[in-house]
């Protein structure tokens, strides 16, 4: 990635003058200076709109030329537009190239014309089936059975503590999925993990796969991957509720944090020997912590309210579609009795660090609740539901990472509250227009910031960025499904290209994605630690405001920066496997992005 140097010295004296004196130079193959292309790697729908950008540290003008990949044929040609917004440092100049007249499908590339300027190749027409790639991704982290390594791990979940229990009394909490690099395993994320994947089926049926059984073995069963795996997050739910009026919430803490480690050979000591019994977490509504560092907590109903939404599309589907109507009727009652505890302790559970002071500080929950009473509705039928999706819905508004310009990790978590959109489906008229205006409220804003900028970004750059993106996207899909409004749907492929490569770096943020492309491959993951094969499909942390990366406890890069000719200097990314600030994969954020691939997939 390191640019060319350029052999001629009076080239570059010529090239100074003219930038004293403020000209811009046409494009010429000897006196063209180094400029980069960034697009979307996978590609674009005939329909989406299809704006590239070049970025150069010397002011341009000329033509840009789409050609085909293998005849190098010219489809295409257009004029380079110099962007209206404010640069980011250390390119002083940017270019829209836009190509978006253009609409026959093939495999093209881009070139600034006369110039040896391209980039890599990208498609236009049907959208690859990523979504089965990050179905992968899930299954390897798994726990309990880990059908990537083929081994059985952490049996020994758990000794309970905070609970109904004495302080180490052991309950069944193994399986389920590890939460990241790490090996901790959290409801707060799971619970979402899982609802989303059951979300992502209803709303694209036709766009998923059957390639595997229940156990990850290559031997389709009947069932689509994303039930098998979301079924995964469920049996692990359900061991998390082993009572009508009982919830555990986490399963290890940060004494996980002892290095890359293989999951069946654990050396984290809870106080039983490594590798044996993990501290489990019961959600008592209060602020816990084993050792130096509390959480702060007010009840349960983040918790309890995501879980019964989870339970509920469960109840849905595994009735209807896959017609077994004994796990359908477990996960309606576990719905019922998780919605009805997260009624008697509204407020939010917060997760649970022990000599570190990071966790996860999600601090609303009325979405959560919005969300299942809905779901419960549109299952039992029961107005009782209805009405409180409404009263959560008003209470909520418009609360969202959106409306601000930073938050603590997690704060505002699961970042897209599907809940409004859960309960439009069932709403009268006046709800529907109230519902619609949260969405749009929060969606003008992200698209408002992105306007001032080249890239079209609009999120803050706080720890997990890229989940920020895939939510706002997510968001945008749903607002244009309940109100057929495409007024953000430029801001929305903005942000999915930003995901693809159209990023000051020029990287995938998905593992593998695209497989010839430029994507995180030194993730901080102890598979790749000890393997060095990409496991495709995660979705990493993503770049982070300079002011936090600098300041992360316990960062140590391992090889000097790839990137550092592009780092912008208010926003860092890292591909380096030392960075678990930008550059770890984690689970949660990877499920929420498969419903954005099978939105764009063609089967």
């Avoid at 495999?107 to 014309?113: D, N, P, S, V």
């Avoid at 790639?133 to 390897?140: G, W």
């Avoid at 609360?399 to 310009?405: G, Q």
Wanted: glycine residues 8%; hydrophobic residues 35%.
């Amino acid at each position: 990635m390191n640019p060319a140097q350029n052999p001629w010295k009076n080239v570059f004296c010529i090239t100074a003058l003219l930038f004293l004196l403020g000209t811009s130079r046409s494009i010429n193959a000897q006196t063209a200076p180094k400029a980069y292309i960034r697009y979307n790697q996978v590609g674009y729908l005939a329909a989406d709109a299809k704006v590239a950008l070049v970025l150069s540290k010397e002011s341009l003008n000329g033509n840009f030329i789409i050609q085909h990949t293998t005849t190098k044929q010219i489809v295409f040609k257009a004029t380079l537009q110099a962007s209206r917004t404010k640069p980011w440092a250390p390119f002083q100049y940017y270019y829209d190239l836009d190509f978006s007249a253009f609409k026959i499908a093939g495999t093209y590339q881009i070139q600034l014309e006369n110039s040896d300027v391209q980039s890599g190749s990208f498609t236009i027409g049907g959208y690859p089936a990523y979504q089965e790639q990050l179905l992968f991704f899930m299954r390897q982290q798994r726990c309990g059975y880990n059908p990537y390594i083929d081994q059985v791990c952490h049996q020994g979940d758990g000794r309970t503590f905070f609970g109904p229990l004495k302080d180490s009394s052991y309950i069944d909490a193994s399986g389920g999925w590890h939460d990241a690099g790490d090996q901790l395993k959290y409801l707060i994320t799971s619970s979402n993990a899982t609802a989303r994947m059951l979300l992502a089926y209803e709303w694209a049926k036709d766009r998923f796969a059957d390639k595997v059984d229940d156990l990850g073995h290559a031997h389709p069963n009947g069932i689509p991957d994303v039930l098998d795996e979301a079924k995964w997050g469920l049996d692990w739910m359900h061991k998390m509720h082993p009572a009508p009026d009982q919830l555990y919430h986490q399963v290890a803490d940060d004494r996980d944090h002892r290095g890359f480690k293989w999951p069946h050979k654990d050396n984290a000591d809870y106080g039983w020997g490594p590798n044996s019994y993990r501290a489990v977490y019961f959600a008592d509504g209060k602020p816990q912590g084993a050792g130096k560092y509390k959480s702060e907590a007010t009840g349960v109903a983040n918790l309890a309210g995501r879980s019964a939404a989870a339970m509920a599309i469960a109840a849905r589907i595994w009735k209807n579609d896959l017609k077994d109507p004994i796990f359908a009727a477990k996960c309606l009652k576990a719905a019922i009795e998780l919605y009805a505890l997260g009624k008697q302790k509204e407020g939010y559970q917060q997760g649970n660090s022990y000599s570190q002071p990071y966790r996860y500080t999600e601090d609303t929950w009325a979405d959560d609740m919005e969300w299942g009473a809905a779901e419960l509705y549109k299952v039992t039928k029961k107005e009782t539901y209805r009405t409180d999706a409404k009263r959560y819905a008003r209470l909520i508004g418009t609360t969202s990472w959106m409306e601000k310009d930073t938050a603590a990790h997690y704060q505002l978590y699961p970042f897209v509250n599907v809940g409004h959109s859960a309960l439009y489906d069932i709403a009268d008229a006046a709800t529907k227009a109230e519902l619609a205006g949260y969405y749009r409220h929060n969606l003008e804003r992200v698209a408002n910031k992105g306007a001032q900028n080249p890239y079209g970004i609009g999120v803050p750059f706080i720890w997990c960025s890229n989940n920020l993106v895939t939510a706002f996207v997510t968001q945008a899909i749903l607002y244009e499904r309940m109100t057929g409004d495409k007024r953000y749907h430029a801001a929305m492929l903005a942000h999915r290209d930003w995901l693809l490569g159209r990023n000051p770096w020029g990287t995938s943020m998905f593992t593998g994605i695209p497989e010839n492309g430029d994507f995180p491959l030194d993730v901080h993951l102890p598979l790749w630690h000890f393997t060095k094969k990409v496991i495709p499909g995660g979705l990493v942390d993503g770049p982070l405001w300079e002011t936090i990366h600098g300041k992360m406890v316990g960062l140590t890069l391992s090889e000097s920066d790839e990137f550092a000719q592009f780092q912008p200097d208010h926003v860092k990314y890292m591909d380096d496997i030392g960075d678990y600030s930008t550059n770890e994969p984690t689970m949660d954020g990877t499920a929420d992005a498969i419903f954005m691939f099978a939105f764009f997939a063609n089967l």
